[in-house]
Protein backbone atom coordinates (compact mmCIF):
# COMPACT_ATOMS: atom_id res chain seq x y z
CA UNK A 1 0.00 0.00 0.00
CA UNK A 2 1.34 3.07 -0.12
CA UNK A 3 0.62 6.76 1.08
CA UNK A 4 -2.33 8.08 2.89
CA UNK A 5 -6.06 6.08 2.34
CA UNK A 6 -7.98 7.91 -0.24
CA UNK A 7 -11.82 8.93 0.64
CA UNK A 8 -14.35 7.17 -0.97
CA UNK A 9 -17.70 8.04 -1.15
CA UNK A 10 -20.25 5.35 -1.88
CA UNK A 11 -24.10 6.17 -2.86
CA UNK A 12 -27.37 4.49 -3.31
CA UNK A 13 -29.50 6.55 -6.03
CA UNK A 14 -32.89 8.12 -5.47
CA UNK A 15 -35.55 6.19 -7.58
CA UNK A 16 -37.49 7.61 -10.23
CA UNK A 17 -41.22 5.41 -10.62
CA UNK A 18 -44.44 5.41 -10.81
CA UNK A 19 -44.40 3.14 -7.76
CA UNK A 20 -41.93 2.00 -5.04
CA UNK A 21 -41.75 0.69 -1.71
CA UNK A 22 -39.01 -0.71 0.56
CA UNK A 23 -40.04 -4.33 0.34
CA UNK A 24 -36.89 -6.08 1.70
CA UNK A 25 -34.53 -3.78 -0.61
CA UNK A 26 -31.07 -2.98 0.19
CA UNK A 27 -28.30 -2.16 -1.93
CA UNK A 28 -26.18 -5.36 -1.29
CA UNK A 29 -23.90 -5.05 -4.25
CA UNK A 30 -22.77 -1.17 -3.30
CA UNK A 31 -22.23 -2.26 0.44
CA UNK A 32 -20.15 -5.38 -0.26
CA UNK A 33 -17.84 -3.02 -2.90
CA UNK A 34 -18.17 -1.01 0.91
CA UNK A 35 -16.73 -4.13 2.74
CA UNK A 36 -14.09 -4.93 0.44
CA UNK A 37 -12.64 -1.62 0.37
CA UNK A 38 -12.82 -1.30 4.21
CA UNK A 39 -11.00 -4.46 4.53
CA UNK A 40 -8.36 -3.23 2.65
CA UNK A 41 -8.02 0.11 4.41
CA UNK A 42 -9.96 2.62 2.56
CA UNK A 43 -11.81 5.29 4.31
CA UNK A 44 -15.14 4.97 3.09
CA UNK A 45 -18.78 6.95 3.62
CA UNK A 46 -21.92 6.22 2.49
CA UNK A 47 -24.87 7.85 1.20
CA UNK A 48 -28.22 6.16 0.94
CA UNK A 49 -30.83 8.30 -1.21
CA UNK A 50 -33.37 5.68 -0.08
CA UNK A 51 -33.28 6.05 3.74
CA UNK A 52 -35.88 5.89 5.17
CA UNK A 53 -34.56 6.43 8.80
CA UNK A 54 -32.60 9.52 8.05
CA UNK A 55 -32.16 11.59 10.99
CA UNK A 56 -33.97 14.15 9.35
CA UNK A 57 -37.09 12.41 8.42
CA UNK A 58 -38.26 12.02 12.31
CA UNK A 59 -42.40 12.29 12.26
CA UNK A 60 -42.57 13.17 8.50
CA UNK A 61 -41.82 9.24 8.24
CA UNK A 62 -43.60 6.77 10.71
CA UNK A 63 -43.40 4.00 9.51
CA UNK A 64 -39.83 4.09 9.81
CA UNK A 65 -40.05 2.06 12.73
CA UNK A 66 -39.77 -0.91 11.01
CA UNK A 67 -38.24 -2.99 8.48
CA UNK A 68 -40.19 -2.50 5.73
CA UNK A 69 -41.96 0.55 4.67
CA UNK A 70 -42.77 3.23 2.24
CA UNK A 71 -40.29 5.52 1.02
CA UNK A 72 -40.57 9.37 1.12
CA UNK A 73 -41.33 10.65 -2.28
CA UNK A 74 -41.93 13.94 -3.65
CA UNK A 75 -44.21 14.10 -7.16
CA UNK A 76 -42.03 14.61 -10.05
CA UNK A 77 -42.80 15.40 -13.79
CA UNK A 78 -42.92 11.90 -15.68
CA UNK A 79 -40.37 10.99 -17.96
CA UNK A 80 -40.38 11.92 -22.05
CA UNK A 81 -43.26 9.36 -23.82
CA UNK A 82 -44.69 8.64 -20.59
CA UNK A 83 -46.73 11.80 -20.50
CA UNK A 84 -49.84 9.24 -21.36
CA UNK A 85 -49.74 7.16 -18.37
CA UNK A 86 -52.68 8.04 -16.04
CA UNK A 87 -50.39 7.34 -12.75
CA UNK A 88 -48.14 9.82 -10.59
CA UNK A 89 -44.84 9.80 -11.20
CA UNK A 90 -42.47 10.62 -8.06
CA UNK A 91 -39.00 10.69 -6.85
CA UNK A 92 -38.44 7.86 -3.79
CA UNK A 93 -35.84 8.64 -1.29
CA UNK A 94 -34.76 11.77 0.75
CA UNK A 95 -35.48 15.47 -0.30
CA UNK A 96 -32.98 16.89 -2.46
CA UNK A 97 -31.78 19.30 0.24
CA UNK A 98 -31.05 16.98 2.75
CA UNK A 99 -28.57 15.08 0.29
CA UNK A 100 -27.05 18.24 -0.37
CA UNK A 101 -26.50 18.87 3.26
CA UNK A 102 -24.99 15.35 3.83
CA UNK A 103 -23.11 15.60 0.89
CA UNK A 104 -21.95 18.95 2.43
CA UNK A 105 -20.93 17.77 5.65
CA UNK A 106 -18.28 15.59 4.28
CA UNK A 107 -14.88 16.21 3.21
CA UNK A 108 -14.44 16.32 -0.61
CA UNK A 109 -13.98 12.75 -1.59
CA UNK A 110 -11.02 11.43 -3.39
CA UNK A 111 -13.46 9.04 -5.66
CA UNK A 112 -17.67 8.53 -5.84
CA UNK A 113 -19.14 5.38 -6.59
CA UNK A 114 -22.56 5.21 -7.30
CA UNK A 115 -24.73 1.89 -7.82
CA UNK A 116 -27.96 1.04 -9.87
CA UNK A 117 -30.60 -1.05 -9.90
CA UNK A 118 -33.38 -1.62 -11.96
CA UNK A 119 -32.71 -0.18 -15.84
CA UNK A 120 -35.63 1.71 -15.80
CA UNK A 121 -34.44 4.22 -12.71
CA UNK A 122 -31.78 5.26 -14.66
CA UNK A 123 -33.27 9.10 -14.56
CA UNK A 124 -32.86 9.04 -10.86
CA UNK A 125 -29.31 7.51 -10.97
CA UNK A 126 -28.77 11.02 -13.45
CA UNK A 127 -30.19 12.78 -10.72
CA UNK A 128 -28.26 11.60 -7.82
CA UNK A 129 -25.12 12.02 -10.00
CA UNK A 130 -25.71 15.67 -10.97
CA UNK A 131 -26.74 16.55 -7.25
CA UNK A 132 -22.99 14.95 -6.49
CA UNK A 133 -21.33 16.80 -9.16
CA UNK A 134 -23.01 20.21 -7.75
CA UNK A 135 -21.45 20.03 -4.43
CA UNK A 136 -18.10 17.97 -5.72
CA UNK A 137 -17.50 19.19 -8.73
CA UNK A 138 -13.62 17.76 -9.19
CA UNK A 139 -14.58 14.37 -7.48
CA UNK A 140 -14.35 11.38 -9.94
CA UNK A 141 -18.19 9.44 -10.21
CA UNK A 142 -17.82 5.55 -11.41
CA UNK A 143 -21.34 3.88 -11.76
CA UNK A 144 -21.93 0.67 -11.52
CA UNK A 145 -24.71 -2.35 -10.63
CA UNK A 146 -27.42 -3.90 -12.94
CA UNK A 147 -28.23 -0.52 -14.84
CA UNK A 148 -24.70 -0.11 -15.51
CA UNK A 149 -23.92 -3.61 -16.31
CA UNK A 150 -27.24 -3.93 -18.74
CA UNK A 151 -27.30 -0.57 -20.50
CA UNK A 152 -23.44 -0.16 -20.78
CA UNK A 153 -23.49 2.21 -23.65
CA UNK A 154 -26.89 3.85 -22.63
CA UNK A 155 -25.06 4.78 -18.87
CA UNK A 156 -21.87 5.88 -20.83
CA UNK A 157 -23.80 8.41 -23.00
CA UNK A 158 -26.42 9.53 -20.20
CA UNK A 159 -25.65 8.80 -16.54
CA UNK A 160 -23.08 11.97 -15.97
CA UNK A 161 -20.42 9.20 -14.48
CA UNK A 162 -16.89 9.45 -15.23
CA UNK A 163 -16.13 5.81 -15.69
CA UNK A 164 -19.22 3.22 -16.17
CA UNK A 165 -18.37 -0.26 -14.47
CA UNK A 166 -20.03 -3.74 -15.81
CA UNK A 167 -20.72 -6.62 -14.46
CA UNK A 168 -18.91 -7.89 -10.88
CA UNK A 169 -15.96 -8.75 -10.78
CA UNK A 170 -14.35 -6.93 -8.89
CA UNK A 171 -10.69 -7.69 -9.04
CA UNK A 172 -10.25 -4.91 -11.45
CA UNK A 173 -11.05 -2.62 -8.73
CA UNK A 174 -7.57 -1.73 -7.61
CA UNK A 175 -6.72 -0.38 -11.04
CA UNK A 176 -9.52 1.60 -11.89
CA UNK A 177 -9.01 3.26 -8.07
CA UNK A 178 -5.58 3.54 -8.60
CA UNK A 179 -6.59 5.44 -11.95
CA UNK A 180 -8.43 7.77 -10.31
CA UNK A 181 -6.48 8.18 -7.08
CA UNK A 182 -3.23 7.38 -7.75
CA UNK A 183 -3.42 5.01 -4.30
CA UNK A 184 -2.60 1.28 -5.21
CA UNK A 185 -3.09 -1.63 -3.47
CA UNK A 186 -3.34 -5.65 -3.90
CA UNK A 187 -6.44 -7.41 -2.89
CA UNK A 188 -5.79 -9.40 -0.03
CA UNK A 189 -8.46 -11.68 -0.60
CA UNK A 190 -9.63 -12.75 -4.15
CA UNK A 191 -13.15 -10.62 -4.88
CA UNK A 192 -14.59 -13.31 -7.00
CA UNK A 193 -14.14 -16.21 -4.61
CA UNK A 194 -17.11 -15.89 -2.48
CA UNK A 195 -15.98 -17.73 0.40
CA UNK A 196 -13.66 -15.12 1.43
CA UNK A 197 -15.99 -12.13 1.46
CA UNK A 198 -16.39 -9.89 4.15
CA UNK A 199 -19.81 -9.79 5.49
CA UNK A 200 -21.61 -6.26 3.14
CA UNK A 201 -20.98 -3.14 4.93
CA UNK A 202 -24.94 -2.65 6.52
CA UNK A 203 -23.70 -1.03 9.65
CA UNK A 204 -22.75 1.92 7.84
CA UNK A 205 -26.83 2.14 7.48
CA UNK A 206 -28.69 4.37 9.85
CA UNK A 207 -30.68 1.57 10.98
CA UNK A 208 -30.60 -2.05 10.24
CA UNK A 209 -33.90 -3.05 10.24
CA UNK A 210 -33.36 -6.48 8.03
CA UNK A 211 -30.25 -7.82 6.49
CA UNK A 212 -30.18 -8.86 3.04
CA UNK A 213 -28.12 -12.81 2.77
CA UNK A 214 -26.85 -13.73 -0.50
CA UNK A 215 -25.86 -16.95 -0.22
CA UNK A 216 -25.32 -18.40 -4.00
CA UNK A 217 -24.07 -15.87 -6.86
CA UNK A 218 -25.33 -16.58 -10.47
CA UNK A 219 -27.78 -19.38 -11.34
CA UNK A 220 -27.29 -22.44 -12.90
CA UNK A 221 -30.95 -22.12 -15.14
CA UNK A 222 -30.94 -19.84 -18.28
CA UNK A 223 -34.69 -18.79 -18.15
CA UNK A 224 -35.44 -16.42 -21.46
CA UNK A 225 -36.76 -13.62 -19.32
CA UNK A 226 -34.11 -13.62 -16.66
CA UNK A 227 -30.30 -11.55 -17.20
CA UNK A 228 -29.11 -13.15 -14.28
CA UNK A 229 -26.43 -15.36 -16.61
CA UNK A 230 -25.37 -11.98 -17.89
CA UNK A 231 -25.18 -10.05 -14.20
CA UNK A 232 -23.39 -13.21 -12.71
CA UNK A 233 -21.50 -15.56 -15.11
CA UNK A 234 -21.08 -19.30 -13.49
CA UNK A 235 -22.74 -20.46 -10.32
CA UNK A 236 -20.63 -20.55 -6.85
CA UNK A 237 -21.65 -20.94 -3.15
CA UNK A 238 -20.51 -19.65 0.01
CA UNK A 239 -19.54 -22.54 2.65
CA UNK A 240 -22.80 -22.78 4.97
CA UNK A 241 -20.71 -22.23 7.98
CA UNK A 242 -20.12 -18.75 6.62
CA UNK A 243 -23.65 -17.95 5.78
CA UNK A 244 -24.39 -18.97 9.07
CA UNK A 245 -22.09 -17.30 10.94
CA UNK A 246 -22.89 -14.16 9.14
CA UNK A 247 -26.81 -14.24 10.54
CA UNK A 248 -25.68 -14.90 14.04
CA UNK A 249 -23.76 -11.83 13.29
CA UNK A 250 -25.98 -9.53 12.70
CA UNK A 251 -29.12 -11.29 15.29
CA UNK A 252 -26.84 -11.64 18.26
CA UNK A 253 -24.42 -7.90 17.41
CA UNK A 254 -27.59 -5.84 15.90
CA UNK A 255 -30.66 -7.44 17.06
CA UNK A 256 -31.80 -7.82 13.68
CA UNK A 257 -34.68 -10.35 13.19
CA UNK A 258 -35.49 -10.35 9.84
CA UNK A 259 -33.60 -12.14 7.17
CA UNK A 260 -33.87 -11.81 3.71
CA UNK A 261 -32.47 -14.36 0.85
CA UNK A 262 -30.93 -12.14 -1.98
CA UNK A 263 -29.71 -15.89 -3.85
CA UNK A 264 -31.01 -16.12 -7.85
CA UNK A 265 -30.89 -20.19 -6.56
CA UNK A 266 -31.12 -20.41 -3.13
CA UNK A 267 -32.52 -24.02 -3.18
CA UNK A 268 -31.24 -25.81 -5.72
CA UNK A 269 -29.01 -28.60 -5.13
CA UNK A 270 -31.21 -28.68 -1.53
CA UNK A 271 -28.96 -31.52 0.13
CA UNK A 272 -25.70 -29.90 -0.45
CA UNK A 273 -26.66 -26.32 0.60
CA UNK A 274 -29.65 -25.03 1.62
CA UNK A 275 -30.20 -27.91 3.54
CA UNK A 276 -26.88 -27.47 5.86
CA UNK A 277 -27.83 -23.92 5.81
CA UNK A 278 -31.10 -24.92 7.68
CA UNK A 279 -29.91 -27.05 9.80
CA UNK A 280 -27.21 -25.04 11.25
CA UNK A 281 -29.69 -22.70 12.46
CA UNK A 282 -31.59 -24.94 13.78
CA UNK A 283 -28.78 -25.82 15.74
CA UNK A 284 -27.45 -22.51 16.55
CA UNK A 285 -30.77 -22.04 18.17
CA UNK A 286 -31.79 -18.72 16.19
CA UNK A 287 -35.03 -17.44 16.63
CA UNK A 288 -35.22 -15.55 13.28
CA UNK A 289 -37.46 -15.41 10.02
CA UNK A 290 -36.23 -15.59 6.63
CA UNK A 291 -37.88 -14.36 3.88
CA UNK A 292 -37.55 -15.52 0.12
CA UNK A 293 -39.13 -12.84 -1.78
CA UNK A 294 -36.70 -13.48 -4.20
CA UNK A 295 -38.62 -16.35 -6.03
CA UNK A 296 -37.16 -19.96 -5.16
CA UNK A 297 -37.25 -23.06 -7.19
CA UNK A 298 -40.02 -25.00 -6.35
CA UNK A 299 -38.74 -28.49 -8.01
CA UNK A 300 -36.47 -28.21 -4.76
CA UNK A 301 -39.88 -28.66 -2.43
CA UNK A 302 -41.07 -31.67 -0.92
CA UNK A 303 -42.52 -32.13 2.58
CA UNK A 304 -39.10 -32.75 3.65
CA UNK A 305 -38.07 -29.71 2.86
CA UNK A 306 -40.37 -27.76 3.51
CA UNK A 307 -40.75 -28.86 7.34
CA UNK A 308 -37.21 -28.18 7.43
CA UNK A 309 -37.77 -24.48 6.15
CA UNK A 310 -40.21 -24.01 8.36
CA UNK A 311 -38.23 -25.08 11.59
CA UNK A 312 -35.51 -22.87 10.27
CA UNK A 313 -37.66 -19.82 10.33
CA UNK A 314 -38.53 -19.47 7.09
CA UNK A 315 -41.79 -17.39 7.13
CA UNK A 316 -42.74 -15.79 3.26
CA UNK A 317 -42.46 -18.01 1.01
CA UNK A 318 -42.46 -17.17 -3.01
CA UNK A 319 -42.75 -19.87 -5.49
CA UNK A 320 -40.61 -19.00 -9.30
CA UNK A 321 -44.33 -20.48 -10.88
CA UNK A 322 -44.31 -17.89 -13.60
CA UNK A 323 -47.21 -19.20 -15.79
CA UNK A 324 -49.73 -22.89 -15.91
CA UNK A 325 -49.25 -23.12 -19.35
CA UNK A 326 -46.89 -26.56 -18.21
CA UNK A 327 -47.45 -27.69 -22.26
CA UNK A 328 -45.30 -25.09 -23.72
CA UNK A 329 -43.14 -24.13 -20.40
CA UNK A 330 -40.05 -24.88 -22.36
CA UNK A 331 -40.23 -22.07 -24.51
CA UNK A 332 -39.61 -19.85 -21.29
CA UNK A 333 -37.78 -21.92 -18.89
CA UNK A 334 -36.89 -25.30 -17.52
CA UNK A 335 -37.44 -25.07 -14.30
CA UNK A 336 -40.62 -26.65 -13.27
CA UNK A 337 -43.43 -28.77 -14.51
CA UNK A 338 -46.94 -29.26 -13.35
CA UNK A 339 -46.66 -32.28 -10.93
CA UNK A 340 -43.32 -30.80 -9.13
CA UNK A 341 -45.84 -27.57 -8.54
CA UNK A 342 -48.75 -29.73 -7.02
CA UNK A 343 -46.00 -31.95 -5.16
CA UNK A 344 -44.24 -28.82 -3.77
CA UNK A 345 -47.30 -26.99 -2.67
CA UNK A 346 -48.53 -30.52 -0.93
CA UNK A 347 -45.26 -30.74 0.90
CA UNK A 348 -45.60 -27.17 1.78
CA UNK A 349 -49.01 -26.93 3.31
CA UNK A 350 -48.02 -30.51 5.27
CA UNK A 351 -45.07 -28.56 6.94
CA UNK A 352 -47.77 -25.93 8.42
CA UNK A 353 -47.47 -23.06 5.92
CA UNK A 354 -50.64 -20.86 5.86
CA UNK A 355 -51.97 -19.63 2.50
CA UNK A 356 -50.77 -16.26 3.45
CA UNK A 357 -47.42 -17.18 3.85
CA UNK A 358 -46.73 -18.72 0.51
CA UNK A 359 -47.28 -17.15 -3.16
CA UNK A 360 -46.89 -17.96 -6.54
CA UNK A 361 -45.52 -15.34 -8.77
CA UNK A 362 -46.83 -15.39 -12.19
CA UNK A 363 -45.87 -12.85 -15.14
CA UNK A 364 -48.16 -10.62 -16.99
CA UNK A 365 -47.32 -9.19 -20.05
CA UNK A 366 -44.88 -11.18 -21.82
CA UNK A 367 -44.66 -10.62 -25.29
CA UNK A 368 -47.80 -12.40 -27.31
CA UNK A 369 -48.98 -13.90 -23.90
CA UNK A 370 -52.97 -14.01 -23.74
CA UNK A 371 -55.41 -12.39 -21.46
CA UNK A 372 -56.78 -16.09 -20.80
CA UNK A 373 -53.28 -17.38 -20.05
CA UNK A 374 -52.96 -15.13 -17.44
CA UNK A 375 -56.54 -16.23 -15.89
CA UNK A 376 -55.70 -19.56 -16.33
CA UNK A 377 -52.49 -19.17 -14.00
CA UNK A 378 -54.27 -17.45 -11.65
CA UNK A 379 -57.59 -20.10 -11.23
CA UNK A 380 -54.47 -22.99 -11.06
CA UNK A 381 -52.57 -21.15 -8.20
CA UNK A 382 -55.97 -20.05 -6.11
CA UNK A 383 -57.52 -24.10 -6.74
CA UNK A 384 -53.80 -24.92 -5.49
CA UNK A 385 -54.60 -23.15 -1.76
CA UNK A 386 -52.11 -20.27 -2.09
CA UNK A 387 -51.81 -17.01 -2.97
CA UNK A 388 -51.13 -16.17 -6.75
CA UNK A 389 -49.56 -12.73 -7.04
CA UNK A 390 -48.87 -11.28 -10.60
CA UNK A 391 -45.13 -10.23 -11.65
CA UNK A 392 -45.77 -7.94 -14.47
CA UNK A 393 -43.02 -8.45 -17.17
CA UNK A 394 -40.00 -5.97 -17.51
CA UNK A 395 -37.84 -6.79 -20.83
CA UNK A 396 -34.10 -6.73 -19.59
CA UNK A 397 -31.51 -6.61 -22.39
CA UNK A 398 -29.32 -9.47 -22.84
CA UNK A 399 -31.91 -11.99 -22.53
CA UNK A 400 -33.40 -14.48 -25.05
CA UNK A 401 -36.65 -12.49 -24.38
CA UNK A 402 -35.51 -9.01 -25.56
CA UNK A 403 -35.77 -9.53 -29.05
CA UNK A 404 -39.23 -10.95 -28.89
CA UNK A 405 -40.09 -8.23 -26.16
CA UNK A 406 -38.46 -5.36 -29.28
CA UNK A 407 -40.73 -6.61 -31.61
CA UNK A 408 -44.00 -6.90 -29.67
CA UNK A 409 -43.96 -3.49 -27.62
CA UNK A 410 -45.34 -0.28 -28.81
CA UNK A 411 -42.23 1.49 -27.71
CA UNK A 412 -38.83 2.12 -28.50
CA UNK A 413 -37.55 -0.11 -25.23
CA UNK A 414 -33.88 -0.68 -26.86
CA UNK A 415 -33.43 3.68 -27.08
CA UNK A 416 -34.61 4.29 -24.40
CA UNK A 417 -34.95 1.96 -20.55
CA UNK A 418 -37.69 4.15 -19.50
CA UNK A 419 -40.03 2.36 -21.36
CA UNK A 420 -38.94 -1.27 -20.19
CA UNK A 421 -40.77 -0.07 -17.03
CA UNK A 422 -43.14 -2.81 -15.94
CA UNK A 423 -45.90 -0.23 -15.08
CA UNK A 424 -46.19 0.50 -18.07
CA UNK A 425 -46.69 -3.07 -19.34
CA UNK A 426 -44.11 -2.43 -22.28
CA UNK A 427 -45.13 -5.87 -24.07
CA UNK A 428 -49.25 -5.76 -23.86
CA UNK A 429 -51.15 -6.40 -26.67
CA UNK A 430 -54.68 -5.06 -28.20
CA UNK A 431 -57.06 -5.77 -25.14
CA UNK A 432 -54.70 -5.62 -22.52
CA UNK A 433 -55.70 -2.56 -21.16
CA UNK A 434 -55.49 -0.94 -17.59
CA UNK A 435 -58.93 -2.29 -17.04
CA UNK A 436 -57.74 -5.71 -18.38
CA UNK A 437 -55.07 -5.46 -15.64
CA UNK A 438 -58.17 -4.20 -12.43
CA UNK A 439 -59.66 -7.12 -13.41
CA UNK A 440 -56.80 -9.56 -13.47
CA UNK A 441 -55.86 -7.81 -10.04
CA UNK A 442 -60.06 -8.42 -9.05
CA UNK A 443 -59.02 -12.30 -9.51
CA UNK A 444 -56.29 -12.55 -7.78
CA UNK A 445 -57.80 -10.93 -4.34
CA UNK A 446 -61.49 -11.95 -4.77
C1 LIG B 1 -32.74 -9.35 -4.71
C2 LIG B 1 -33.46 -8.88 -5.96
C3 LIG B 1 -34.67 -8.20 -5.79
C4 LIG B 1 -35.23 -7.79 -4.43
C5 LIG B 1 -34.83 -6.35 -4.03
C6 LIG B 1 -33.45 -5.96 -4.49
C7 LIG B 1 -33.03 -4.54 -4.15
N1 LIG B 1 -31.81 -4.33 -3.80
O1 LIG B 1 -33.78 -3.62 -4.21
C8 LIG B 1 -36.76 -7.88 -4.71
C9 LIG B 1 -37.20 -9.28 -4.44
C10 LIG B 1 -37.63 -6.92 -3.92
C11 LIG B 1 -36.76 -7.61 -6.22
C12 LIG B 1 -37.86 -7.16 -6.90
C13 LIG B 1 -37.90 -6.98 -8.28
N2 LIG B 1 -36.94 -7.34 -9.16
CO1 LIG B 1 -35.20 -7.97 -8.63
N3 LIG B 1 -33.57 -8.83 -8.33
C14 LIG B 1 -32.93 -9.13 -7.25
C15 LIG B 1 -31.65 -9.92 -7.61
C16 LIG B 1 -32.00 -11.39 -7.47
C17 LIG B 1 -30.39 -9.68 -6.81
C18 LIG B 1 -29.85 -8.22 -6.74
C19 LIG B 1 -28.62 -8.25 -5.88
O2 LIG B 1 -28.60 -7.66 -4.83
N4 LIG B 1 -27.59 -8.99 -6.30
C20 LIG B 1 -26.40 -9.23 -5.53
C21 LIG B 1 -25.39 -8.10 -5.65
C22 LIG B 1 -24.09 -8.53 -4.95
O3 LIG B 1 -25.14 -7.88 -7.02
P1 LIG B 1 -25.12 -6.40 -7.69
O4 LIG B 1 -26.10 -5.49 -7.07
O5 LIG B 1 -25.17 -6.56 -9.16
O6 LIG B 1 -23.67 -5.88 -7.27
C23 LIG B 1 -22.49 -6.43 -7.85
C24 LIG B 1 -21.96 -5.61 -9.01
O7 LIG B 1 -23.01 -5.07 -9.82
C25 LIG B 1 -21.07 -4.60 -8.35
N5 LIG B 1 -21.61 -3.26 -8.09
C26 LIG B 1 -22.82 -2.88 -7.66
N6 LIG B 1 -22.86 -1.55 -7.54
C27 LIG B 1 -21.65 -1.07 -7.84
C28 LIG B 1 -21.17 0.24 -7.88
C29 LIG B 1 -19.84 0.44 -8.28
C30 LIG B 1 -19.31 1.83 -8.36
C31 LIG B 1 -19.01 -0.66 -8.63
C32 LIG B 1 -17.61 -0.45 -9.05
C33 LIG B 1 -19.51 -1.97 -8.59
C34 LIG B 1 -20.82 -2.16 -8.19
O8 LIG B 1 -20.73 -5.10 -7.08
C35 LIG B 1 -21.39 -6.32 -6.81
C36 LIG B 1 -20.32 -7.38 -6.92
O9 LIG B 1 -20.82 -8.65 -7.04
C37 LIG B 1 -31.46 -9.51 -9.11
C38 LIG B 1 -30.76 -10.53 -9.98
C39 LIG B 1 -29.26 -10.48 -9.78
N7 LIG B 1 -28.64 -11.60 -9.56
O10 LIG B 1 -28.64 -9.42 -9.79
C40 LIG B 1 -32.90 -9.26 -9.55
C41 LIG B 1 -33.19 -8.20 -10.62
C42 LIG B 1 -32.39 -6.96 -10.30
N8 LIG B 1 -34.61 -7.92 -10.42
C43 LIG B 1 -35.26 -7.74 -11.51
C44 LIG B 1 -36.67 -7.55 -11.57
C45 LIG B 1 -37.32 -7.67 -12.95
C46 LIG B 1 -37.43 -7.30 -10.43
C47 LIG B 1 -38.94 -6.96 -10.40
C48 LIG B 1 -39.35 -5.92 -11.42
C49 LIG B 1 -39.70 -8.27 -10.54
C50 LIG B 1 -41.17 -8.11 -10.82
N9 LIG B 1 -41.56 -8.34 -12.04
O11 LIG B 1 -41.92 -7.78 -9.97
C51 LIG B 1 -39.14 -6.45 -8.96
C52 LIG B 1 -39.23 -4.93 -8.91
C53 LIG B 1 -38.71 -4.29 -7.69
C54 LIG B 1 -39.10 -2.90 -7.46
N10 LIG B 1 -39.83 -2.21 -8.30
O12 LIG B 1 -38.74 -2.41 -6.44
C55 LIG B 1 -34.35 -7.81 -12.73
C56 LIG B 1 -33.90 -6.43 -13.26
C57 LIG B 1 -34.79 -5.85 -14.30
C58 LIG B 1 -34.34 -4.54 -14.82
N11 LIG B 1 -35.05 -4.08 -15.82
O13 LIG B 1 -33.41 -3.92 -14.39
C59 LIG B 1 -33.15 -8.66 -12.13
C60 LIG B 1 -31.80 -8.38 -12.79
C61 LIG B 1 -33.53 -10.15 -12.27
C62 LIG B 1 -33.85 -10.59 -13.68
N12 LIG B 1 -35.08 -10.96 -13.92
O14 LIG B 1 -33.03 -10.61 -14.56
N13 LIG B 1 -35.56 -7.92 -6.78
Known amino acids: MNSTSPHILLVNPWIHDFAAYDFWAKPLGLLLVAAHLRRHGLHVSYIDCLDRFHPQSGSRNPAARHGRGPYLKTEISKPAGLSHVPRRFSRYGIP ?92 ETDPNRPDTWPKPAFDLQHKIGYIPILTTI ?51 DFDNHARLIFEKVLQARLNVRFHLPNAVHIREISEDSARLMRRAGITTVRLGLE ?7 EQLDRKVNETEYHHAVTGLKQAGFSKKQLGAYLL ?24 PILAHYTPIPHTAMWEAARAASPYDIAADPVFTNNAIFPCRREGFSWETYSRLKQLVIS
Open 364 to 387: AGLPGQSIESVERAIRVVRQSGIT
Open 96 to 187: PEWFQADLAALSRPDLIMVTSLMTYWYPGVQETIAAIRAVFPDSPVILGGIYATLCHDHAVSFSGADDVFTGSDLSRLPEIIAGHTGYSFDW
Open 218 to 268: GCPFDCTYCAVHHLHPGFSRRPPAAVVAEIEFWHHRHDVDDFVFYDDALLV
Open 323 to 329: TADFAHR
